[in-house]
């Protein structure tokens, strides 16, 4: 069981909005601003789509982005794109150990 | 621009050890500023983080497996690596070597390499 969590799926057409969350704890998600998102294509490395909450690395769509509430992070995407279809993981710091945690995992099926 | 590659052996036998190596290039491993990290991916599951070290040696595990990982680091060769030990079917993973900047987030990764346990 994945110390953050996400849903399992999430499905949007083209154009819409979507929003991912990811759920932790007052230990970590909540603790600290430094929840990361990640997007996964199938048999791809992950890549850095978010960090520290809601910053965009250089290079990522402005169509993404992040926040956060209490104990729970979230990722939005909007003006959904076929290429958008993947798996997308959240994760935060913890500081102490485990001091990083993973969440399941959350599939994006673009309709 | 940093890059990081993973190499060893794809198949262990169940009881030995897994050791693969991160080689590190367009960038030092003792800049400084970075924990230099691993994780894995079971098949079709999601990732799950091995540890990281600091150039300097200090290393933190996840405790779900720190009784048998071992993370170190070469400056000398730009690398670090991983030895896992005592391996069953259940740590047939993609192991990924990561940097992770003391901002907290993992980028960029390797390509991934698949270790399959299995006599």
């Known amino acids: 069981q994945s110390a953050l969590t996400q849903p399992a799926s999430v499905s949007g057409s083209p154009g819409q909005s979507i929003t991912i969350s990811c759920t932790g704890t007052s230990s970590d998600v909540g603790s600290y601003n430094l929840v990361s998102w990640y997007q996964q294509h199938p048999g791809k490395a992950p890549k850095l789509m978010i960090y520290?909450?809601?910053k965009r690395p250089s290079g990522v769509s402005n169509r993404f982005s992040g926040s956060k509430s209490g104990n729970t992070a979230s990722l939005t995407i909007s003006g959904l794109q076929a290429e958008d279809e993947a798996d997308y993981y959240c994760?935060?710091?913890?500081?102490?150990?485990?001091?990083?945690?993973f969440g399941g995992g959350t599939k994006l099926t673009v309709l | 621009q940093v890059q990081l590659q993973e190499s060893g052996p794809g198949l262990v036998k169940p009881s030995q050890t897994l050791s693969l190596t991160c080689t590190v290039s367009?960038?030092?491993?003792?800049?400084?500023?970075?924990?230099w990290s691993w994780i894995r991916q079971h098949p079709g599951k999601g990732l799950e983080w091995i540890g990281y070290i600091y150039y300097s040696g200090s290393t933190y595990y996840n405790p779900s497996l720190k009784s048998r990982v071992t993370i170190s680091v070469d400056t000398s060769k730009n690398q670090f690596s991983l030895k896992l030990s005592s391996v069953t079917a259940a740590d047939t993973a993609v192991y990924y070597c990561?940097?992770?900047?003391?901002?907290?987030?993992?980028?960029?990764w390797g390509q991934g390499t698949l270790v399959t346990v299995s006599s």
């Open positions: 367009g960038g030092s491993i003792s800049s400084g500023g970075y924990y």
């Open positions: 990561a940097q992770y900047p003391d901002g907290n987030w993992f980028d960029p």
């Open positions: 994760c935060s710091y913890a500081g102490s150990s485990p001091h990083v945690v």
């Open positions: 520290e909450g809601s």
